[in-house]
């Protein structure tokens, strides 16, 4: 591929055409990275932490069926039996909120159980155990 040519890649549903890492982030995010860093130091002068701490503090004072009426405004028998699959494999509370989080933006149709249980198991067999390889293991998978 000449440099020329846009290089293209896809994200979810929709396709990034972004040469640059800038151009690919505003494309994603609808705004620069010099706007992102921007509005997080306006996010901690009034917060007083990073959205980083705030999410791992979210994450970390919540069980999963509280953490998601926060994040969807509700549960549903489904939803909790889900939970108690993930909590039966073995999985703590702030990496059962990671794994959802993490399935809620990547499958947009919702939690499909047997997928969701799947993939505990997967992150048990990689010994994701703790919020803090969950969310670097989230992070990784979304740059690929």
């Not at 640059?20 to 932490?49: C, D, L, S, Y």
Request: charged share 30%; aromatic share 8%; hydrophobic share 35%.
């Amino acid at each position: 591929m000449t440099k020329d040519k846009k290089q293209s890649k896809k994200r979810g549903s929709k396709v990034i055409y972004g040469t640059t890492p800038e151009e690919r982030f505003n494309e994603v995010h609808g705004m620069t990275i010099v706007e992102w860093q921007a509005k997080e130091e306006m996010f901690k002068a009034k917060t007083g932490m990073s959205s980083d701490e705030w999410y791992r503090q979210q994450v970390n004072s919540s069980t999963p069926i509280d953490y998601l009426i926060k994040s969807n405004g509700g549960v549903s028998q489904d939803d909790i039996e889900l939970v108690r699959d993930l909590q039966e494999l073995g999985l703590n509370d702030s990496v059962i909120n990671v794994l959802l989080d993490y399935v809620k933006i990547v499958n947009r149709i919702g939690f499909i159980h047997p997928l969701v249980r799947e993939m505990g198991e997967c992150w048990l067999k990689k010994n994701i155990v703790t919020m803090e390889s969950a969310i670097a293991f989230v992070r990784e998978e979304w740059d690929k």
